[in-house]
């Protein structure tokens, strides 16, 4: 197989902007280059060099553009596509008045067929290379999921939803078939390919305590699967929390308490939280997924990321489509910036990427597989133009380094910025 060499400014991490000096963990070269052999990263660098090396390799030069690693969505509801930027409801009325009613219609295979390669298609198209999606209760709507992406060779991580309370009865399943369903599904998918399987509870308030055992159980007998749910996203939700659960010591609890707190736990929102659930959290390895646009766009508060990460979380970053306003990485980093100065911590650039790749990957625990613009990780890759609209290249010809260049991107572009998706060395979308 032809090599192929890609030229350009690069941009890569070898460690954690948020806990080390940001200027010791990151790598930017203006001439850089990224060698693919296969459908992997064989080799970054200097970009002359890697071509006086590779004679052989296939030259792709995007010039000043900035080639990264591929976005890494750590959480959003593939199936809530088609409702994204609905107005005006917080989450509760918001889930009764638009998820339920569009949740329901993915028992039709071909609807949900329709609406996974939707929304990967979108996904690409803003540069984004793995999703981390919550399904519906219908097992054909995982199928139409893995499916979609398998056709692509993404790396994605997804799971039947399970709710056996406090939804519509057509959305309801059962302590046993949700076990069942899940356990099935995990033996069709879990390993196949580039796909990860979640198990996934929507949250404590939709699933009785027997449903949340039934699915720690399973996650007990399948400890190389994610689990993914909800965690104190709005203050109501908590107080429902206590009224169904009178005997938890937090919402935390109601989790570990049926075998659903662990490290490879992902926790999304985690506004909220107690002083003890800090700690069991980070005792525990659990990683809470920052959704900066959907926690502003249904009202339910401001995540606290720098504080948490000085706790010794684990941190993700993730669009939460459709709750979440938008498809795009770079608005949720712009967002994420927005909130941490409201909370009086203006993140870096440096920090902002690194949550949206090699900070997305770690709570998924594919380090250095994707999310990484390294050696060995597979070869999704995204190039960013920092000039794609006019507003943008007239701030960008201001620059007087790299992150000024970069910080207008991240805070006003859109599809428009991105040139060309790689996803395991192939070009998956050409802006």
Known sequence: MTKQLLLGQTLSFSG?????????????????????????????????????????????????????????????????????ASW??????????????????FGDRAYAD?????????????????????????????????????????????????????????????????????KALLNKWHGQGRATYAI?????????????????????????CLMQTHLSEQRPEIHWVKELYPDAKDYVDTYEAHGLL?????YGHAIHLEPREIDRLRETGGAVIHCPTSNTFIGSGLFDLMALAKAGLNIGLATDTGGGSSFSMLRTMAAAYEIGQLRGAALH????????????????????????????AMADITVLELSS???????????????????????????????????????LFAG
Not at 43 to 51: M, P
Not at 69 to 82: E, I, L, R
Not at 119 to 147: K, N, Q, R, W, Y
């Open 200 to 224: 996934t509870p929507r949250f404590s308030p939709t699933s009785t305590p027997d449903q949340l055992s039934a699915l720690g159980a399973l996650w007990a007998e399948n400890p190389t």
């Open 88 to 105: 005006g409801k917080q989450l509760i009325d918001w889930l009764n008045t638009y998820t339920f009613p569009e949740e329901a219609r």
């Open 114 to 182: 329709e609406v996974a390669n939707r929304t990967i298609d979108l996904a690409l198209a803003h540069g984004t290379t793995t999703l981390t999606s919550f399904c519906t209760i219908h097992p054909e709507s995982v199928d139409a999921f893995f499916a979609a992406a398998a056709a692509r060779n993404m790396a994605v991580v997804a799971g039947k939803t399970c709710m056996d309370r406090n939804a519509p009865e057509n959305l309801r399943d059962s302590a046993q078939s949700a076990y069942d369903d899940s």
């Open 16 to 84: 954690n902007p948020l806990t080390d000096k940001w200027e010791d963990v990151t790598h930017f070269n203006s001439a850089g280059g990224v060698l693919i052999d296969g459908n992997r990263i064989g080799a970054t660098g200097d970009g002359a060099t890697l071509r006086r090396d590779h004679p052989d390799a296939e030259i792709t030069d995007y010039g000043d553009a900035l080639i990264i690693a591929g976005f890494v969505d750590a959480h959003m509801h593939y199936p809530q596509t088609g409702i994204i």
């Open 389 to 427: 609209t006019p507003a943008i290249a007239q701030r960008q010809a201001k620059a007087d380094d790299i992150w000024d260049a970069l910080f207008p991107t991240i805070m006003m572009g859109d599809d428009r910025a991105v040139r060309d998706v790689w996803v395991a060395g192939k070009v």
């Open 349 to 376: 650039p440096a920090q902002l990427m690194w949550l949206a790749t090699e900070g997305s990957a770690q709570t998924l625990h594919m380090s250095g597989e994707i999310g990484h613009l390294g050696t060995g």
């Open 262 to 266: 662990g490290e490879r736990g992902l």
